[in-house]
């Protein structure tokens, strides 16, 4: 159990189009999840917490309007990086929380490259 | 300030030697979790430490944690090539509502 899937798992955009990244829990309910960023050789920058039903919390520096979050369902979240850029391009992953196991489950990423 | 720091950030062993990777943390925390991740991949998790003094142990990894000491070490016994991957420590701080802080990451290579 504890499954978390992410769509698609990679992605090349051309500089200015919007990208939808979707993240799923599988086999259980997720009241929170939440969505990082990871450049290369470096560690995970957490972007946002997505609450089901409410709007997302970001972190400081993160453009809530380039970087829209929506968590629609106890198990879909989903990341839509607008107008992208080439400085966007990043690995992209995100987690689920799963209540009364204090632990995030990590879906598999997304490899976003804008040309 | 929620800070963690590992070290070393880099790690070169030889098989079948022991090493320790050191996580300390800037204040208050009653979860740490160790990950790991392998070149492309996204994180497997390793162990949760949810109390002082709390030990976990799966094969040639075992994880421990002193609240008191803010510091948490994941000790590698006689280390395989298949453990080269780049480990990382993520605290969940008490102030910081649920959300992990992670260090900057520990990239082991084991050589023959």
């Known amino acids: 159990g504890a499954v978390v899937s992410q769509h698609p798992s990679w992605v090349i955009c051309k500089s200015g189009t919007s990208v939808k990244i979707e993240c799923r829990s599988l086999d259980f309910q997720a009241t929170t999840m939440f969505w990082y960023r990871q450049f290369p050789k470096q560690s995970l920058m957490l972007m946002a917490t997505?609450?089901?039903?409410?709007?997302?919390?970001?972190e400081q520096g993160v453009e809530k309007d380039k970087f829209l979050i929506n968590h629609a369902s106890l198990t879909l979240s989903t990341l839509t990086v607008t107008s992208a850029h080439p400085e966007d391009s990043s690995f992209y992953i995100c987690?689920?929380?799963?209540?009364?196991?204090?632990?995030?489950?990590f879906g598999p990423g997304t490899r976003l490259t804008v040309l | 300030e929620l800070k963690v720091e590992q070290n070393p950030l880099f790690l070169s062993m030889q098989e079948g030697k022991n090493y320790t990777i050191y996580c300390n943390y800037s204040?208050?925390?009653?979860?740490l979790y160790w990950y790991r991740q392998d070149p492309g991949k996204s994180l497997e998790s390793l162990f949760v430490l949810l109390s002082n003094g709390a030990v976990k142990q799966e094969g040639r990894l075992m994880a421990s944690l002193d609240t008191k000491a803010r510091l948490s070490t994941l000790h590698i016994t006689a280390a395989v090539h298949d453990l080269s991957a780049t480990y990382f420590c993520?605290?969940?701080?008490?102030?910081?509502?649920?959300?992990?802080?992670f260090g900057d990451g520990t990239t082991l290579t084991v050589k023959p």
């Open positions: 204040t208050t925390s009653d979860r």
């Open positions: 987690s689920a929380e799963r209540e009364a196991y204090n632990e995030q489950f």
């Open positions: 997505s609450n089901e039903g409410s709007k997302a919390t970001y």
């Open positions: 993520a605290v969940v701080f008490n102030t910081n509502a649920g959300k992990s802080t």
